[in-house]
């Protein structure tokens, strides 16, 4: 007899088939989610193709794709390919949904073409909240991080970065027309063929990269992204860049939950907490909260804006000394002792 745990043999058959239904514990999260998309009216909120057509061939139901974006969601399960092999081996979702198995092209297109519906549900959940006084502390939290961009960084353009690659082509032209001086010298056909193919090209970019820098001329900010023109290059923290998006999040400090979020392309963030603020009270639906943040939302401006609207705002002073990394005192190192002055 072995001593080893021992299952069951995959060819028993039993009396009473098992249902789907008793491998989903009574408090598996899943079944909130379940009856939290079913009590939605999803045509009030935007989703698309709600109403089945009485021709051609049926659809998936939107209530059906919401449950299979939001459990995605749920378990950081992002690619729709991935999603589509786990409502096939995913009892969890297998479940969920009732066995339906939508390809990867449904699922992307659902979320495509439901964007701000999907929104409009973050804020009914929010409000649900609201009504079960989950936020009655009022207090949350906000940080920004860098989310990148479709826009590859060779596509993005500055001021300085396009000045630089000017200059770089205007030397690679330089070099070319004396090697192909020098090829004319020395009757070497064929290298000066190929030396004015290059030599084509490189006046073809010249010409291009003067009227990015021209138009660049016209911006604000003076800078271009041609594939995702709204992204920007942003520094990372540590080190490196990327052309992207600084997306601002409210989470609350009981349960961390997301209430709020919002999408810039200014790299810092330290203007951002008035609209953040603003975002907040909308979604608590009262102007009296406390916001947490890092030393990067440091800016008096700001405080004193939120501040004559109702907010609270918990933020760390910027250091700007550097003695502390030269192993020197700082103002904070000192305090000031009443009794004994």
């Not at 051609?56 to 299979?68: E, H, N, Q, V």
Request: charged share 30%; glycine share 4%; aromatic share 8%.
């Amino acid at each position: 007899m072995s001593r080893f745990i021992e299952g069951q043999s995959r060819t028993q058959s039993t009396l009473f088939p098992e249902v789907l239904d008793d491998y989903i514990h009574e408090d598996n999260p899943i079944r909130a989610v379940d009856m939290f998309i079913n009590s939605l009216g999803l045509s009030d909120l935007g989703f698309a193709r709600c109403q089945p057509a009485n021709t051609g061939r049926p659809s998936y139901s939107p209530a059906t794709m919401l449950k299979i974006y939001l459990y995605g969601y749920l378990n950081r399960i992002q690619s729709s390919r991935r999603l589509e092999k786990e409502t096939q081996r995913n009892v969890e979702l297998m479940w969920l949904v009732e066995r339906l198995t939508p390809d990867f092209k449904t699922i992307a297109d659902f979320r495509r073409d439901n964007g701000n519906a999907i929104q409009q549900v973050c804020k009914r959940f929010v409000l649900i909240c609201r009504e079960l006084n989950m936020f009655t502390d009022a207090i949350v939290a906000i940080d920004g991080t860098k989310f990148k961009a479709v826009n590859n960084i060779a596509k993005n353009y500055s001021r300085g970065l396009i000045k630089t690659c000017i200059e770089t082509t205007e030397k690679d032209i330089a070099n070319y027309l004396m090697e192909l001086d020098r090829a004319d010298r020395q009757s070497r056909t064929e290298d000066a063929e190929k030396l004015k193919g290059k030599l084509a090209k490189l006046q073809a970019r010249l010409v291009s990269e003067k009227t990015i820098q021209q138009e660049l001329e016209t911006l604000p900010d003076k800078q271009i992204s041609y594939t995702d023109p709204d992204s920007r290059r942003m520094a990372l923290k540590h080190k490196g860049v990327l052309v992207g998006y600084n997306v601002q999040a409210a989470v609350d400090t009981k349960y961390h939950l997301i209430l709020a979020h919002y999408v810039t392309n200014n790299p810092s963030d330290r203007h951002q907490l008035v609209p953040m603020s603003q975002h907040v009270q909308q979604a608590l639906g009262r102007q009296q909260i406390t916001i947490l943040a890092d030393r990067g939302y440091d800016d008096s401006t700001s405080f004193k804006t939120v501040h004559e609207a109702g907010v609270t705002a918990i933020v760390p002073k910027i250091r700007t000394s550097a003695n502390r990394k030269k192993g020197l005192f700082t103002k904070e190192d000192f305090v000031y002792n009443k009794e004994k002055d």
